[in-house]
Every structure is written in structure tokens, then in C-alpha cells.
């Protein structure tokens, strides 16, 4: 059988096992994922809108491209390899978006836009990013992986301090629903948490109008200082800072991540979506461990479910743009946060435990896992990618035999 059909029939299982793979779980997957990556670094497009000057009109068309984008992407990526591959767009490229942006005219970023998604789609084509990722030892994915999460698990009790009664509520109601063995305690307590807020009053969407976001196409140009001053960057934190962690995400729940054609449909759909003011898609790191983990599915087969529902709800809540945006920036913090860390407890335990559980990679490991849960920013790269190869390095000199 060639590779095409390979592809087809394992779409074509993908849609007769849909049903079975559309849960509670995965329904609620999907809803943490979306909440999570709305409430997080969506905010930072508003920062650069504002520094760049952009129109209202502007900014919605920006943030149709990334939601839009990033929905069909995970969508359509996770029924075609029948994993839950969770896309995203760029926070790092965001975070220096917010800096840099208003140096450029719109029409040179968008050039820019375009360059880095065929740049990484050429990296994809050449297969030399999937030869990397698999040098990786388990365990010190694992262990950044538990780095990455660390922090989602410390923001549950850290939102203690800002909405205690949500925060509390809601651990108990999983606490007893977990008990009583109950398959979807998350989704329980997701439900307990929008009721307290609502009921405390503590929801503000004075400033959300139903408004559908209408595409405004900027014709791209091109200049070299522009490609390299922020081509660059942008180029290598899409492929340091989030799709390796993003691969490290999948390895670490068992799953083979299609390193090759994910970098080759991320970087397409970047540069298609470039005009629209689309800046960049990739892997996503942090909210991947809520498609990919257990408590998405029991059955890892069926586990794609989750990246089928964050999909659907990327695209068709993203048709509304700012309307969206404004309605989640309405939720309090610390409802999402106790979210986050509740739906990820599980696995970053199940990521120590992995990541330990062999004598000889614990030190590696330990290595990977405090310099991720650093949050140190070295070359203007993420601490996950450090964590790598900080792991990486000394893996392959504790276990370097001479001859």
C-alpha cells in the first residue's frame, strides 16, 4: 500500500470512529483548550494592535486569521494522522510582535508572514526536524513536559488568593466525583466553576457586541531588512520555542508526532493566511497536553477526539473575532487557571512518574525539568527548548562509554 493510501484509509477510519471518539471528555477537551489559549496569549494580540496603531477593523480580520486558522488546522490535522495534533499560533512570534511590529509597515510584516511559512514548510520537506525530535530519550521529554505544565499546576492554588470560592468549588465537586469514579469529574467541575462565577457575579461582558469579523486582505511586500531583522526571529522561535515542545508534548503520551507533513501544512496555512494578517502557525505546546492526555479519552486510539472538538470550536467561535475575545477577557483569571490545573494534574503526575522511573536517566532528566520550569528566556528563546538540550547533552554524557 503507498503512502497515499495509507493516508486515505486512515482518514477514512478517522470519520466511521468519529462518534466513538466524540465524548464528554473530549467535548470538554476542547472547551479547556479553547479557554486557555483565549484567555492567554490572545491578550498579547491586543497589545501589539495597540502599539502598531491597527484599526478595529484590522484587528478583528487579525484575530479571524489566527483562530480560524489554528481551528481548521487542528481540525483537519488530527482526522488526517487520527492523533490529536493541537495547533496554534504563535505566542513567541506574539510576544515579539508586541515589541517590534511598530517599526514595520503592515505590508512589510505581512511579507514577512508569508517568507517564515514557507520557510518552515521547506523545513518539513526536508525531513531534518523529524531526525532531530527522535534523538529525544523518552524520559527527558517527560521531563520537560512536567517543566512545561509545572506551572498550570502551581497557578491552580496560586488563584487561591483572587477567587477562593471558585477555586474551591471546583476542586471539591472533582474531588468527588473522582471518588465516586465518575468518567467526566472535569466536566463537572467546569460546570461548577461558570456557575459560582456567574452567581458571585464575578463575569464582566460589558464589552462584548455579537459581531461577525470580516477578512481585510493586505497585499504583501518584501524587504530584506524587514525578512532578516524579523523574519528570522520569528522563523526560529515557531521552530525552537513552540513546534519542538509541541512534538515533545505528543511523544510523551506514546504517541509517533508527524514531525514532517505538520511542519509542511502549519507553514502552507501560514503563508496562506499571511494576507489576512495571520502570523504564524505551529505545534502547540502548553494546551497539547490537554488534547493528548488521558483524561481527554481513556482510549488513545479515540484521543483524536479532542483535537476534533478544539477545531471546531477554534473555527466557528473565531468567525466572530473580537466579539469572542472581549466575551473571555470578561472571565475572571482565576476561573481559568483552576481550570487549567485541575484538567492537568493527572498528567504531570503521570510525567514525574515516567520521567524517574529509570536510575540512570534521572539526573537528565532533572537537568530538563527545573531549567524548563525556569522560564528562562536565553537568545530570546523559550526555556523548553533549552530544557531539550540541556537534557539532551546530559543524557549523552552520563551514558558515553569509551570504546
Same mark, same amino acid.
Given at each position: 500500500?503507498?503512502?497515499?493510501?495509507?493516508?486515505?484509509?486512515?482518514?477514512?477510519?478517522?470519520?466511521?470512529?468519529?462518534?466513538?471518539?466524540?465524548?464528554?471528555?473530549?467535548?470538554?477537551?476542547?472547551?479547556?483548550?479553547?479557554?486557555?489559549?483565549?484567555?492567554?496569549?490572545?491578550?498579547?494580540?491586543?497589545?501589539?494592535?495597540?502599539?502598531?496603531?491597527?484599526?478595529?477593523?484590522?484587528?478583528?480580520?487579525?484575530?479571524?486569521?489566527?483562530?480560524?486558522?489554528?481551528?481548521?488546522?487542528?481540525?483537519?490535522?488530527?482526522?488526517?494522522?487520527?492523533?490529536?495534533?493541537?495547533?496554534?499560533?504563535?505566542?513567541?512570534?506574539?510576544?515579539?510582535?508586541?515589541?517590534?511590529?511598530?517599526?514595520?509597515?503592515?505590508?512589510?510584516?505581512?511579507?514577512?508572514?508569508?517568507?517564515?511559512?514557507?520557510?518552515?514548510?521547506?523545513?518539513?520537506?526536508?525531513?531534518?526536524?523529524?531526525?532531530?525530535?527522535?534523538?529525544?530519550?523518552?524520559?527527558?521529554?517527560?521531563?520537560?513536559?512536567?517543566?512545561?505544565?509545572?506551572?498550570?499546576?502551581?497557578?491552580?492554588?496560586?488563584?487561591?488568593?483572587?477567587?477562593?470560592?471558585?477555586?474551591?468549588?471546583?476542586?471539591?465537586?472533582?474531588?468527588?466525583?473522582?471518588?465516586?469514579?465518575?468518567?467526566?469529574?472535569?466536566?463537572?467541575?467546569?460546570?461548577?466553576?461558570?456557575?459560582?462565577?456567574?452567581?458571585?457575579?464575578?463575569?464582566?461582558?460589558?464589552?462584548?457586541?455579537?459581531?461577525?469579523?470580516?477578512?481585510?486582505?493586505?497585499?504583501?511586500?518584501?524587504?530584506?531588512?524587514?525578512?532578516?531583522?524579523?523574519?528570522?526571529?520569528?522563523?526560529?522561535?515557531?521552530?525552537?520555542?513552540?513546534?519542538?515542545?509541541?512534538?515533545?508534548?505528543?511523544?510523551?503520551?506514546?504517541?509517533?508526532?508527524?514531525?514532517?507533513?505538520?511542519?509542511?501544512?502549519?507553514?502552507?496555512?501560514? #503563508?496562506? /493566511? %499571511?494576507? +489576512?494578517?495571520?502570523?504564524?502557525?505551529?505545534?502547540? *505546546?502548553?494546551? =497539547?497536553? @490537554? !488534547?493528548?492526555?488521558?483524561?481527554?479519552?481513556?482510549?488513545?486510539?479515540?484521543?483524536?477526539?479532542?483535537?476534533?472538538?478544539?477545531?471546531?470550536?477554534?473555527?466557528?467561535?473565531?468567525?466572530?473575532?473580537?466579539?469572542?475575545? #472581549?466575551? /473571555? %477577557?470578561? +472571565?475572571?483569571?482565576?476561573?481559568?487557571?483552576?481550570? *487549567?490545573?485541575? =484538567?492537568? @494534574? !493527572?498528567?504531570?503526575?503521570?510525567?514525574?512518574?515516567?520521567?524517574?522511573?529509570?536510575?540512570?536517566?534521572?539526573?537528565?532528566?532533572?537537568?530538563?525539568?527545573?531549567?524548563?520550569?525556569?522560564?528562562?528566556?536565553?537568545?530570546?528563546?523559550?526555556? %523548553?527548548?533549552?530544557?531539550?538540550?540541556?537534557?539532551?547533552?546530559?543524557?549523552?554524557?552520563?551514558?558515553?562509554?569509551?570504546?
Amino acid at each position: 500500500m503507498t503512502t497515499v493510501e495509507e493516508a486515505t484509509s486512515r482518514l477514512q477510519q478517522s470519520l466511521r470512529e468519529l462518534p466513538k471518539a466524540l465524548t464528554t471528555s473530549t467535548w470538554t477537551a476542547g472547551l479547556l483548550i479553547l479557554l486557555v489559549g483565549f484567555t492567554g496569549s490572545l491578550v498579547l494580540v491586543f497589545q501589539a494592535a495597540e502599539n502598531a496603531s491597527l484599526s478595529p477593523a484590522e484587528l478583528s480580520s487579525w484575530v479571524l486569521a489566527i483562530t480560524v486558522g489554528s481551528g481548521l488546522l487542528t481540525l483537519g490535522l488530527s482526522l488526517w494522522y487520527k492523533q490529536p495534533v493541537i495547533c496554534a499560533w504563535s505566542t513567541p512570534g506574539l510576544a515579539l510582535l508586541v515589541s517590534s511590529l511598530r517599526d514595520y509597515k503592515l505590508s512589510d510584516a505581512v511579507g514577512v508572514f508569508l517568507v517564515v511559512g514557507l520557510a518552515i514548510a521547506f523545513v518539513g520537506f526536508t525531513g531534518l526536524f523529524d531526525k532531530a525530535m527522535r534523538l529525544i530519550p523518552q524520559p527527558v521529554a517527560m521531563a520537560v513536559l512536567a517543566g512545561v505544565l509545572f506551572k498550570f499546576g502551581l497557578g491552580l492554588f496560586a488563584s487561591l488568593q483572587t477567587a477562593p470560592v471558585i477555586v474551591l468549588v471546583m476542586i471539591a465537586v472533582f474531588l468527588i466525583f473522582k471518588r465516586l469514579n465518575w468518567k467526566t469529574p472535569m466536566a463537572l467541575a467546569l460546570v461548577a466553576g461558570f456557575v459560582a462565577t456567574f452567581a458571585l457575579g464575578q463575569v464582566d461582558l460589558s464589552g462584548a457586541r455579537l459581531k461577525l469579523a470580516k477578512p481585510i486582505f493586505i497585499m504583501p511586500t518584501f524587504h530584506l531588512s524587514a525578512i532578516i531583522s524579523l523574519g528570522a526571529p520569528l522563523f526560529m522561535l515557531a521552530l525552537a520555542s513552540q513546534n519542538a515542545p509541541g512534538f515533545v508534548v505528543m511523544k510523551s503520551f506514546g504517541y509517533t508526532p508527524p514531525a514532517n507533513g505538520s511542519l509542511i501544512a502549519t507553514g502552507l496555512m501560514s #503563508a496562506l /493566511f %499571511a494576507p +489576512l494578517f495571520g502570523h504564524g502557525f505551529t505545534l502547540a *505546546a502548553l494546551t =497539547a497536553a @490537554l !488534547g493528548n492526555s488521558p483524561e481527554a479519552h481513556a482510549d488513545p486510539q479515540l484521543r483524536y477526539g479532542a483535537g476534533v472538538t478544539s477545531g471546531l470550536f477554534k473555527t466557528l467561535l473565531g468567525l466572530f473575532g473580537t466579539t469572542v475575545v #472581549a466575551f /473571555f %477577557a470578561g +472571565l475572571p483569571k482565576a476561573l481559568i487557571a483552576a481550570m *487549567a490545573g485541575l =484538567a492537568l @494534574l !493527572g498528567t504531570i503526575q503521570g510525567c514525574l512518574v515516567g520521567a524517574f522511573s529509570e536510575a540512570k536517566d534521572r539526573e537528565a532528566a532533572m537537568f530538563a525539568l527545573l531549567l524548563t520550569a525556569s522560564d528562562v528566556q536565553l537568545l530570546g528563546v523559550g526555556s %523548553a527548548f533549552w530544557g531539550l538540550v540541556a537534557g539532551f547533552i546530559v543524557s549523552k554524557v552520563l551514558t558515553w562509554r569509551k570504546a
